[in-house]
């Protein structure tokens, strides 16, 4: 009986080690700052963990794919995760306020939406950020994101809340009663650093480089042939005209509401953001608009932008320093492009970000 009981005490000691250990390393390392595609929400409650914690000048990057940029991996940088667009902010910062503490966190998601990005940033500002900087292009406002099914990336976003202390809460859509299952992943989620950490730490393991040399020599990446990679560029493309075919700006569109809600929100709270226009790829772009459709429905969405947001924030338009040589397709661009508009970036961040307005910054 006392050998059964001493294992037992044992199991809970190294229970409770572990999860000191894993909230230790959730706050004090930059394990949640690990560039991931956020899939759970016990990922970004861990990234939130960080952030909140965090002493020091505060910038989030929010933002679909080309603020993730996982794309840099698909063009064969190894390094991708370096050369981010959040890395080459920081390098500004790092060059703009020497000895400053500035953390420049990426919480871009693969797909996310303006319905995304509404429920996102109201989790992120309750951590007390300095300045959200977010990108807009016309991609969302496309037919194919206006039903239920479609509106989100990530629809367990939308089951997360600030609470009355300015943490986050997940509270699952179903009552936890009905299924022990969501009741106690809620649980795991709310009390354990170590269920909150494991995606953040799976990914850490699998990117190490003995990791990576062993995957190689288990099986080595299929090299696509010039051909291959310019035939899958066309089809992508295709797809995507056939996307931004179907784009309009009207209100009733669910991401366009979403997207004045949100900045009317930041308005409202006095949240300096920075929002910037994707530019597209100036060599393909006629290949899918017509110079007076992209026009009209830039200059509608720039509109909107200013109107919604009240003269508050500040909106960078398209870079002109940005030329086809630098981007990886219709709007993704490589680490030459993050470099330039991080530059442009961090020119307009707080304090200047806080003082300018809505107008474009030419």
Not at 135 to 147: C, E, K, V
Request: with cysteine.
């Amino acid at each position: 009986m006392r050998t059964k009981l001493a294992i037992v005490v044992a199991c809970a000691a190294l229970i409770f080690a572990a999860e000191w250990l894993c909230g230790w390393i959730g706050t004090r390392t930059d394990l949640s700052c690990q560039l991931i595609d956020i899939q759970q929400p016990s990922t970004l409650l861990a990234k939130l963990d960080y952030l909140r914690a965090y002493q020091g000048r505060k910038v989030v990057l929010l933002g679909d794919s080309l603020v993730y940029g996982g794309i840099l991996e698909e063009f064969g940088d190894r390094e991708w995760r370096q050369h981010d667009l959040a890395h080459a902010v920081a390098a500004q910062c790092r060059e703009r306020w020497p000895g400053e503490r500035v953390l420049v966190m990426n919480l871009g998601i693969n797909g996310a939406l303006p319905c995304d990005l509404e429920q996102l940033a109201p989790l992120v500002t309750s951590c007390g950020v300095d300045c959200l900087v977010f990108d807009i292009h016309l991609r969302p406002f496309s037919q194919d994101f206006t039903g239920h099914d479609t509106r989100m990336a990530r629809p367990w976003l939308s089951e997360l809340a600030v609470d009355e202390q300015r943490g986050v809460r997940w509270q699952p859509s179903e009552p936890a009663w009905t299924d022990v299952q969501p009741w106690l992943s809620q649980w795991l989620v709310e009390y354990s650093a170590i269920f909150r950490q494991r995606e953040l730490i799976q990914a850490n393991l699998v990117q190490s480089a003995w990791v990576k040399s062993v995957q190689a020599w288990r099986r080595p990446p299929a090299a696509l042939s010039d051909n291959d990679r310019q035939m899958q560029a066309l089809v992508k493309l295709g797809q995507l005209k056939h996307r931004l075919e179907q784009v309009t700006l009207d209100e009733q569109h669910p991401q366009v509401a979403a997207l004045q809600r949100m900045l009317a929100r930041l308005s409202r709270e006095q949240q300096p953001f920075v929002v910037f226009y994707a530019k597209e790829n100036p060599d393909l772009i006629d290949s899918v608009f017509t110079a007076d459709r992209h026009e009209q429905l830039y200059a509608q969405l720039t509109r909107l932008i200013a109107d919604a947001s009240h003269g508050d924030g500040v909106y960078l338009p398209p870079l002109d320093e940005l030329q086809s040589d630098h981007f990886l397709d219709f709007t993704h661009l490589n680490s030459g492009g993050y470099a330039i508009l991080a530059r442009r970036l961090v020119d307009v961040l707080p304090p200047a970000a806080s003082t300018a307005t809505i107008a474009q910054l030419e």
